[in-house]
């Protein structure tokens, strides 16, 4: 059974750091190969690329995030991390880790993330 799975989400600060993590297991074949992404959804808005990493370790972010967030991963835990700085109110959303490539799709259950003081 394949199973993404996020954790770090939570209540921060404006100017606050969080960093968020994705666990991925059951997945067989081309585990380390597929690209990972991170999304978010905020309230009454439609989902949206957030950072992405290909196999090959090259990253892509949406420009609202651009030298605030670092996408990483650790193919030996089969983690993906989304290290996330100068947080700022508009980043408040459910964050969402993808996996896919190679003919998967994979989704996580989603972290909340509120930035508020």
């Known amino acids: 059974q394949v199973q993404l799975v996020e954790s770090g989400g939570g209540l921060v600060q404006p100017g606050g750091s969080l960093r968020l993590s994705c666990a991925y297991s059951?997945?067989?074949?081309?585990?380390?190969?597929?690209?990972m992404g991170w999304y978010r959804q905020a309230p009454g808005k439609e989902r949206e690329l957030v950072a992405s990493?290909?196999?090959?370790?090259?990253?892509n972010y949406a420009d609202s995030v651009k030298g605030r967030f670092t996408i990483s991963r650790d193919n030996f835990s089969l983690t993906v991390y989304l290290q996330m700085n100068s947080l700022k109110p508009e980043d408040t959303a459910v964050y969402y880790c993808?996996?896919?490539?190679?003919?998967?799709?994979?989704w996580g259950k989603g972290t909340l993330v509120t930035v508020s003081s």
């Open positions: 993808r996996g896919y490539g190679y003919g998967m799709d994979y």
């Open positions: 059951g997945i067989i074949f081309n585990r380390n190969s597929m690209a």
């Open positions: 990493i290909t196999d090959a370790r090259n990253t």
